[in-house]
């Protein structure tokens, strides 16, 4: 028996993800007006995406993400967010 790879599939437009410092969003949103060579091709495309945005797909997941940021001043003097390992 052979295994068949199936190819990655970019979620839903509407699918909602739950952003950090807005209301929730979905795909079709965050890619309104976005050239379309940047629309994610591949997983690694579409998490920068969500990166970008602070997008996560439920509030679950992103308040334990929050909770392991802590307040920090970097080299510049900028006062944000860091992540604690």
């Known amino acids: ?6 190819a990655w599939k970019l979620p839903d437009f509407d699918t909602v993800y739950h952003l950090e ?10 890619l309104d007006g976005v050239d379309p060579d940047l629309v994610p091709s591949d997983q690694q495309m579409l998490e920068d995406l969500l990166w970008a945005f602070g997008a996560w797909e439920d509030l679950e997941e992103m308040n334990a993400a929050m ?7 970097g080299p ?8 604690v390992k």
């Open 1 to 6: 028996m052979t295994a068949t790879a199936t």
């Open 67 to 73: 909770q392991a940021r802590v307040y920090a001043t």
């Open 76 to 83: 510049d003097g900028k006062v944000g967010f860091v992540l």
């Open 21 to 30: 410092d807005h209301e929730p969003m979905t795909l079709g949103q965050m």
